[in-house]
């Protein structure tokens, strides 16, 4: 194995080499750049720093600002949308109660028109006893219904072709036999207008009656034979006698 041991004796006596002035001043100068450099570093550091805590106010004034301003419009949005649904409520039940009232008001209107006409219409009732008697509860219903006039006769008017707008025959309240009412009945038409209106009041089925209604010889008649059906053909048949009054060419 070779020694060297002689080798290590040289090395260790070998006296350091002293560095020289040039590389000892390169070496200052050197580390006083690292020290401005760090000592730049540093300072931009807390520049950087410092910026980027003013950005993060700066951004947070901006989002409240935001957030302030999106209240108040938003805000705004949601009062203009409840103020338009609450106007577009009001007139649609501001239609519907105009549609209802004008509706009432039209019904009314004719109401009172069908109410106006039988104040025009005037009645005769004829109760054929040939002498005054009470007059009968029907007559007094005909009386408050409102006509214009309800008058009661005893006797078939002796007046022949008298225009009336109503006259009712009463053969309940004085019965006759059939071959009277076929008399009596032919009697009455024969002294009416062919533009009077004719109601027969009699009870149950009468067979003069019928053939009355087949004989065609006057145009306009009804028969009742209770006094709901005596009132209900009153007023229907004044709307028939004022159409008459008005209608030259019927």
């Not at 090395?11 to 070496?27: F, G, K, M, N, R």
């Not at 949005?77 to 609450?86: E, H, R």
């Not at 089925?205 to 009153?234: C, G, H, M």
Request: glycine share 4%.
């Amino acid at each position: 194995m070779p020694d060297f041991s002689y080798f290590s004796l040289i090395v260790a006596q070998t006296p350091p080499t002293p560095t020289s002035s040039p590389d000892l001043e390169l070496i200052k100068q050197q580390m006083e750049f690292l020290k401005d450099a760090n000592s730049q570093l540093t300072e931009s550091f807390n520049a950087f720093i410092g910026t980027l805590n003013l950005a993060f106010v700066l951004m947070g004034i901006f989002l409240g600002i935001l957030g302030i301003v999106g209240t108040f419009f938003y805000g705004k949005t949601l009062n203009d949308i409840k103020q338009s649904v609450d106007n577009m409520v009001d007139q649609e039940v501001n239609r519907i109660v105009s549609q209802t009232i004008r509706a009432k008001v039209d019904y009314l209107q004719k109401v009172l028109e069908r109410e106006e006409v039988i104040g025009w219409i005037t009645i005769d009732y004829l109760l054929p006893t040939n002498q005054r008697v009470r007059p009968p509860q029907e007559f007094k219903l005909l009386q408050k219904r409102g006509f214009q006039d309800v008058k009661i006769h005893y006797q078939i008017p002796a007046s022949r072709r008298r225009s009336l707008d109503i006259l009712v025959l009463d053969l309940v309240n004085h019965q006759l036999p059939d071959s009277e009412i076929v008399t009596v009945v032919n009697q009455v038409i024969d002294n009416l207008a062919p533009t009077s209106i004719l109601i027969v009041y009699v009870s149950g089925i009468s067979p003069a009656i019928d053939e009355f209604k087949k004989s065609n010889k006057f145009e306009y008649y009804t028969v009742a034979n209770n006094r709901i059906t005596l009132i209900s053909a009153a007023v229907n048949c004044a709307y028939v006698a004022d159409a008459l009054r008005q209608g030259d060419d019927l």
